[in-house]
């Protein structure tokens, strides 16, 4: 059923879209709140077709690389995958990966943009099968007009990375049409001016670099750490090791220093005994003269 709101606006749950942005601002607090519960966090099959594990794996290991990274360099970006997106009057989309500059950094359902108060600064989508034309040209055309940034297209089915950015005139003039500019990879490497980061195809994965240090995944820096915690176990039972063989040898040199004191004292004991039995001699024989 479609459900009226005051303002002109139609919650339409077949095809659900967030207010105009005249609409939203003719809206109370208490109604721009019940728009936002209204749109459903869940996305359709049909905006995140499932492409298996290259796909998922690749959203996942870029979604790992750049949230430790920027959690460490304790840059306020939000990052995150297939949320659901909504911009004024627009049909909703889930990016496979989103990032948004300087918002607070708490989870999410959605995102609407009217209630954030920004939209998406970066989106990356990765194709492994289905409609490539989605995301090599229906996309670029897209998201330039809502705006957003950059837009980098992995392909990872055919092993290739294409980055579009808005050019700074365009980005502040809503009156302009908005058209993407392509980046032009220096060396292989795509610059991110929202990530302050370099993109780059290693093999079949898509690396981030901040200058020449690429950025781990979750694998890898576990794998890294993993190898840390060995090289710390294998010194700590050799220190241990160390520690029973100083301690066998010292325990051996004190029975030595013991055996040393006792040989001392039977000489000094032996050293007395001659010593009286002499005295004792020179006793008797001067006892002897006397006579």
């Known amino acids: 059923m479609v459900q009226p709101l005051p303002s002109g606006y139609f919650f339409d749950p077949a095809d659900p879209r967030a207010p105009t942005s005249d609409q939203w601002a003719?809206?109370?607090?208490?109604?721009?709140?019940?728009?936002?519960?209204?749109?459903?966090?869940?996305?359709?099959?049909?905006?995140?077709?499932?492409?298996?594990?290259?796909?998922?794996k690749a959203k996942r290991d870029a979604l790992d690389a750049l949230d430790g990274f920027f959690r460490r360099a304790a840059r306020k970006i939000y990052l995150?995958?297939?949320?659901?997106?909504?911009?004024?009057?627009?049909?909703?989309?889930?990016?496979?990966?989103?990032?948004v500059l300087d918002v607070a950094l708490h989870d999410r359902m959605k995102w609407v943009v009217d209630d954030e108060g920004k939209g998406l600064d970066l989106v990356i989508e990765v194709h492994v099968a289905g409609d490539r034309a989605k995301d090599e040209q229906g996309n670029v055309e897209r998201y330039a007009r809502l705006g957003i940034r950059e837009y980098f297209f992995f392909d990872r089915a055919?092993?290739?990375?294409?980055?579009?950015?808005?050019?700074?005139?365009?980005?502040?003039?809503?009156?302009?049409?908005?058209?993407?500019?392509?980046?032009?990879?220096?060396?292989?490497?795509?610059?991110?001016?929202?990530?302050?980061?370099d993109l780059l195809l290693d093999g079949s994965r898509l690396r981030f670099f901040a200058g020449n240090a690429p950025l781990e995944d979750a694998d890898e820096m576990i794998a890294r750490l993993g190898g840390m915690l060995d090289d710390v176990i294998a010194r700590q039972e050799e220190a241990q090791h160390l520690a029973e063989e100083l301690a066998a040898q010292l325990d051996r040199e004190r029975r030595l220093l013991d055996e040393e004191r006792r040989l001392l004292d039977e000489e000094r004991r032996l050293r007395e005994d001659v010593e009286r039995q002499l005295a004792e001699a020179r006793a008797e024989i001067e006892r002897l003269k006397v006579r």
């Open 26 to 56: 003719r809206m109370t607090p208490a109604e721009r709140a019940r728009v936002v519960d209204m749109l459903p966090a869940e996305v359709p099959l049909e905006l995140m077709p499932p492409e298996g594990d290259a796909h998922r």
């Open 80 to 99: 995150s995958s297939e949320l659901g997106v909504y911009y004024p009057g627009e049909a909703r989309f889930a990016p496979d990966l989103l990032a």
């Open 158 to 197: 055919r092993l290739r990375l294409h980055g579009y950015r808005l050019p700074a005139v365009q980005e502040g003039d809503p009156s302009r049409p908005r058209v993407y500019q392509r980046i032009v990879p220096q060396a292989g490497r795509f610059a991110s001016e929202v990530l302050g980061l």
